[in-house]
Nanobody, 112 residues
Framework: VQLVESGGGLVQPGGSLRLSCAAS????????MTWVRQAPGKGLEWVASINHDGAIIAYGDSVKGRFTISRDNARLYLEMNTLKPDDTAVYYC????????WGQGTQVTVSS
């Protein structure tokens, strides 16, 4: 299993970012996928999950209405809008829910 996140960076409060996760080494289309994050000094927080065909989606309360999870044949995405400083974290994509494998993460920093 290989998961490679990208798209993180520094953004001002209220801004947007789109994270991407390239998946390989397993049959991506049959697995649920998940985004989790870890803020500085805190534990892992579940962000969003999507089932294998995109028909079932769930979000954590802290991101509901601002973030959108989606997927295509080989990538997982997280569209993040109206970003807040509290969204600052390393974001990881994971295979399954809860994840049994994840990538190296991508840093998102929300700051003015």
């Amino acid at each position: 299993v290989q998961l490679v996140e990208s798209g993180g960076g520094l953004v001002q409060p209220g801004g947007s970012l789109r994270l991407s996760c390239a998946a390989s080494g397993f049959t991506f289309r049959i697995y649920p996928m998940t985004w989790v994050r870890q803020a500085p000094g805190k534990g892992l927080e579940w962000v969003a999950s999507i089932n294998h065909d995109g028909a079932i989606i769930a979000y954590g309360d802290s991101v509901k209405g601002r973030f959108t999870i989606s997927r295509d044949n080989a990538r997982l995405y997280l569209e993040m809008n109206t970003l807040k400083p509290d969204d600052t974290a390393v974001y990881y994509c994971g295979k399954e829910r809860p994840p049994d494998s994840w990538g190296q993460g991508t840093q998102v920093t929300v700051s003015s």
